[in-house]
C-alpha cells in the first residue's frame, strides 16, 4: 500500500471509531432520558387513576351512610372496597394497570400489603403529609412501577371501621377474622395500591433506540467514506498538478 493511503486509512479508521463512540454515548444517554421520561409519564398516570379511585370510594361511602343502607346485596356491591374491587379488575383487563386496596390491619387477607406497601402504609404513617410514595420494583421477575396513596379514615367510613360491635351485621358475619375495626376519624386507614408492568414499554424504547443508534451508524459510515474518497481525489488531482 502506497503510504500516503496507508495514512490515508488509518486516519479513517480514528474518525469511524470516534464516530461510533460518540453516538453509542448519545444513543445511550438518549435511552436513559426517554426511560425516565416514560416512568415519570406512567406515575403521573398512576396519580390520576388513583385519585379517581379515592373520589369514587368516597362518594360511595357516603352515598351509603345518606341512605343509610344495612344489610342486603345492594349495599354489599356498593361498599367502597368491594366497588374498589370490582372497578379494578375491569380497569387491569382493559389497561393492564392493577389497582390494589391495601392495609396493614386488613379486613380480606386479599388486602394484606406486600413488601414494598409495607414501607408506603410505614412511609404514610410516619408523615401524614406525604401524598405519594412511588418507585421501581420486581414482581415474578417482571420490572413493574409502583404508587401508593394515602387512605385516612372519614366520617361516613366509621359506620363499617369502629368499634366492631357498632358495624353492620352482615361484616361481622362474612369476615370472622376481621381486624379492620376501632379506627377513629383521621387515622391512616391504609392505601390505594397501583402496580405497572413497564418491560414492555422500556423494550419498545430500546427497540426504537437500537433502530435509530443502526440507520445514523450507517449514515454516518458513508458520509466517512464519502468526504475521504473526494479528498483523496482532490489531494492526488493537487499533486497532480503540482507535477
Ligand atoms: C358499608 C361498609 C363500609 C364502608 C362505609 C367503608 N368500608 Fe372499607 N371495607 C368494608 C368491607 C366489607 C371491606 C372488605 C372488602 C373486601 O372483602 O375486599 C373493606 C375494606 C377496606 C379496605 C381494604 C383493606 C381491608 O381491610 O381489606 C380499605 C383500605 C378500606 N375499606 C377503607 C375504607 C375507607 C377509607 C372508607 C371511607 C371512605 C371505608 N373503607 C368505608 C366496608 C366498608
Not at 34 to 40: D, G, H, K, N, V
Not at 107 to 132: T, Y
Not at 198 to 203: H, L, N
Amino acid at each position: 500500500m502506497p503510504l500516503q493511503l496507508k495514512k490515508n486509512f488509518k486516519l479513517f479508521a480514528v474518525i469511524v471509531i470516534v464516530g461510533a463512540v460518540v453516538i453509542l454515548s448519545i444513543s445511550s444517554t438518549n435511552y436513559q432520558k426517554q426511560s425516565a421520561m416514560l416512568r415519570e409519564e406512567i406515575f403521573d398516570k398512576c396519580e390520576m387513576i388513583a385519585l379517581e379511585l379515592k373520589f369514587t370510594r368516597e362518594y360511595l361511602a357516603e352515598t351509603i351512610a345518606l341512605a343509610n343502607l344495612e344489610h342486603g346485596e345492594e349495599a354489599r356491591r356498593l361498599m367502597p372496597a368491594m366497588a374498589g374491587n370490582e372497578i379494578g379488575k375491569k380497569f387491569y383487563n382493559a389497561t393492564g394497570y392493577q389497582l390494589r386496596q391495601i392495609s396493614s390491619k386488613y379486613r380480606n387477607p386479599d388486602n394484606k400489603p406486600d413488601k414494598f406497601e409495607e414501607k408506603a402504609l410505614a412511609e404514610f404513617e410516619k408523615d401524614k403529609n406525604l401524598s405519594e410514595y412511588k418507585g421501581v420494583d420486581k414482581i415474578n421477575g417482571q420490572k413493574v412501577l409502583r404508587y401508593l396513596t394515602p387512605l385516612y379514615i372519614e366520617e361516613a367510613c366509621l359506620k363499617c371501621h369502629s368499634a366492631k360491635e357498632t358495624i353492620p351485621e352482615f361484616i361481622q358475619e362474612d369476615y370472622p377474622e376481621d381486624r379492620a375495626t376501632d379506627y377513629t376519624f383521621g387515622d391512616l386507614r391504609g392505601a390505594i395500591s397501583v402496580i405497572v408492568p413497564v418491560d414492555r414499554a422500556e423494550a419498545e424504547v430500546k427497540g426504537h433506540l437500537i433502530h435509530m443508534t443502526i440507520i445514523t451508524t450507517i449514515g454516518t459510515i458513508f458520509l466517512v467514506t464519502f468526504i475521504a474518497l473526494a479528498m483523496n481525489v482532490s489531494i492526488r488531482k493537487i499533486d497532480r498538478d503540482k507535477k
